[in-house]
């Protein structure tokens, strides 16, 4: 090969190399401005025209409220399910869904042959006891005047053991079905149908939300006639950031706002923060603890919960008007030269006190738009329509 050709070889060699290098070049620009998000320029003059203002985002201490959805639950102290433990018959109902009870009032009655077998066996029991106890406290005084024999005295004293022993047993029966002493020996009329009634009481004092029953329905354990609850006071359920977990106190007070009246808040105290982390949304339950007045507060209402937060934390925070939402997606814009403004695509956090806290999107010191955001949008938008346009 000559001077001539090497020098020729060499140059298109060199000419392939630069237009290689333009290339990854323009691919590295196009990449780099598809990361950063949609560029907006503006001219001196239209700056001039606008009031634009920015602030610096910057890590603060998290402090203020954290607030979160949340939604009213009734205490599980607070209700009830009340049903019959005996098979039987419904053989009157004395309460409607609305109705206040209070505890140990009567629902409705339950008749069946087993509800008659119980008191029957009761009332056996007893008689048998007040008898073998009459009989050996006789033997006792006997023995006392050195009158009844020793043998007679053991043996009553025998038969008073048994017959406590079985009376104690038929008690307890009549208990664990809801009955009380009261409620059998006030039915020593004679009336056997009568004494084949089991009353079904309330269990607590509230308001009957439920009935699941008619007369001459049959029953059984497995049956739930009614329930009953109480929302004199009421727990208040919301759900918080794992993040966010050193924030928050048991203990601390909590201000919870209902949806539907914005102007009704009440106070209450975080009773429990969750142990366990919820696999799908990555939250954890904290609840609070209200008192209710008037009963204002419903089951499964709405509203907001204020939390108290600590300061142990830090969080990259700017102001709350800074930020967008549109067809989900939220946003700002960050001033990156003069003239030069970039919409950027963020994850937010907690809000604080007007402030938002900024998860991912954006970084410790750059300038966010805080005023004068809105002639960004129309210029953002009329770009997008004149993209369309082409």
């Not at 630069?18 to 560029?39: F, P, V, Y």
């Not at 609305?98 to 069946?112: A, H, I, P």
């Not at 969080?315 to 939402?325: H, I, Q, S, Y």
């Not at 937010?348 to 005023?371: F, H, P, R, Y």
Request: glycine share 10%; with cysteine; charged share 25%.
């Amino acid at each position: 090969m000559n001077k001539k050709h090497f020098l020729l070889a060499a140059l298109l060699f060199l000419i392939v190399s630069l237009a290689g290098c333009a290339e990854e070049s323009a691919e590295q620009k196009d990449q780099h401005e598809e990361e950063s998000g949609t560029i907006i320029m503006l001219s001196t003059e239209a700056l001039g025209q606008i009031k634009l203002t920015t602030y610096t985002s910057s890590l603060k201490p998290i402090s203020g409220f954290i607030t979160i959805p949340a939604e009213v639950k009734t205490r599980q102290d607070n209700e009830a399910h009340i049903g019959s433990l005996i098979h039987g018959r419904v053989h009157q109902v004395f309460a409607k869904v609305g109705d206040y009870v209070k505890s140990g009032q009567v629902l409705m009655t339950v008749e069946g042959l087993e509800i008659g077998e119980i008191k029957a066996g009761y009332l056996k029991a007893k008689a048998g006891y007040e008898y073998a106890k009459a009989n050996y406290e006789r033997q006792v005084k006997l023995n006392d005047e050195n009158i009844g024999s020793r043998k007679s005295l053991l043996e009553s004293l025998s038969e008073f053991e048994k017959a406590l022993a079985e009376y104690q047993g038929e008690d307890r029966k009549i208990h664990s079905v809801g009955l009380t002493d009261e409620d059998v020996l006030s039915e020593k009329t004679g009336d056997e149908h009568k004494s084949g009634t089991l009353p079904i009481k309330s269990l607590i004092e509230g308001f009957v939300v439920e009935r699941n029953v008619v007369i001459g329905q049959q029953v059984d354990a497995s049956t739930s006639a009614f329930k009953i609850i109480s929302i004199r006071s009421v727990w208040i359920d919301g759900q918080i950031y794992e993040k966010d977990l050193n924030t928050i106190n048991t203990g601390s007070k909590a201000v919870f706002t209902s949806a539907s009246t914005k102007d009704y808040r009440i106070e209450g105290k975080i009773i429990y923060v969750g142990l366990t982390v919820d696999d799908n949304t990555r939250t954890i339950l904290v609840r609070g603890e209200f008192d209710n007045p008037g009963n204002k507060l419903k089951p499964q209402m709405f509203g907001e919960l204020q939390i108290p937060a600590g300061s142990n934390i830090k969080a990259l925070m700017v102001p709350a008007g800074a930020l967008f939402t549109e067809n989900g997606e939220q946003y700002l814009f960050v001033q990156t030269g003069n003239g030069t403004f970039e919409k950027r695509n963020v994850t937010a956090g907690v809000s604080l006190n007007d402030m938002t806290e900024i998860k991912k999107g954006l970084s410790e010191g750059e300038k966010v738009v805080t005023e004068g955001v809105f002639y960004l949008k129309s210029e953002l938008h009329k770009d997008e329509i004149e993209g369309h346009g082409h």
